[in-house]
């Protein structure tokens, strides 16, 4: 039972071009949400994270947008570049869940093409 | 400073051997998780550790048996290898409180044949 979803698996974005992530999620009570990048080989490192009082958060050149009432987020990278290539994961968790247990996404291997 | 590392990187078992994949963190947290990564499955959480001395079961933990001996170390064992548990297994830490943010190892990658 997989309680973060997210799509697509994969994508192919040209550099400088807009990536885009989505995930779902069924659980109201989640209160954070991360995104975390893993790139070949290496452990997932958090890259940018919400909380549902706000619709979007900004970091660079990633922005991820908060729709509470669709129970939806997304990453978006903005002029993305070839050292974005790597797989992304949306997760979610809520402060009294039992050790903060993070519930991950599937995640998306994202390549940017020069 | 370390931050989280994991033993072995990688590993061959036949199936019904036995192992322990050990973690260790050297930033003084209080929690501690083992995830496997299988494709398209994402992270699913094994067991984790809130304290040194406690566990708990998460999404997936059968088959796996953890240890919290020491603050800094959480073992996890298969005590009879199943081809299922082919995967990348990884460990995370936090510190307690209201930051989520978790710390990932490297990772280590198990093949059961």
């Known amino acids: 039972q997989q309680q973060v979803k997210q799509s697509p698996q994969s994508l192919i974005v040209q550099k400088g071009g807009i990536s885009i992530i989505n995930c779902a999620y069924e659980n109201t009570a989640f209160d954070y949400f991360p995104w975390y990048q893993q790139f070949p080989g290496k452990g997932p490192a958090l890259l940018i994270a919400i909380r549902p009082d706000v619709s979007e958060k900004k970091e660079g050149r990633f922005t991820i947008s908060f729709n509470k009432s669709a129970k939806q987020f997304s990453l978006h990278i903005m002029d993305s570049q070839p050292g974005d290539s790597a797989t992304y994961f949306c997760?979610?968790?809520?402060?009294?869940?039992?050790?903060?247990?993070?519930?991950f996404g599937g995640g998306t291997r994202v390549l940017v093409k020069p | 400073n370390a931050g989280v590392t994991q033993t072995p990187k990688f590993r061959v078992l036949k199936t019904g051997q036995s192992m322990t994949l050990l973690c260790a963190q050297d930033m003084n947290h209080e929690y501690m998780y083992w995830y496997r990564q299988d494709p398209g499955m994402g992270l699913r959480l094994i067991h984790y550790?809130?304290?040194?001395?406690?566990?708990a079961k998460g999404e997936v933990p059968d088959g796996y048996n953890v240890s919290r001996l020491k603050k800094q170390n959480f073992l996890l064992g298969l005590e009879s290898a199943a081809p299922s548990q082919t995967s990348v297994y990884f460990c995370a830490s936090r510190m307690s409180g209201s930051k989520y943010e978790q710390y990932f190892g490297p990772g280590t990658r198990l093949t059961v044949t």
């Open positions: 997760a979610a968790t809520f402060s009294k869940a039992a050790g903060n247990k993070l519930t």
């Open positions: 550790s809130v304290g040194e001395g406690t566990t």
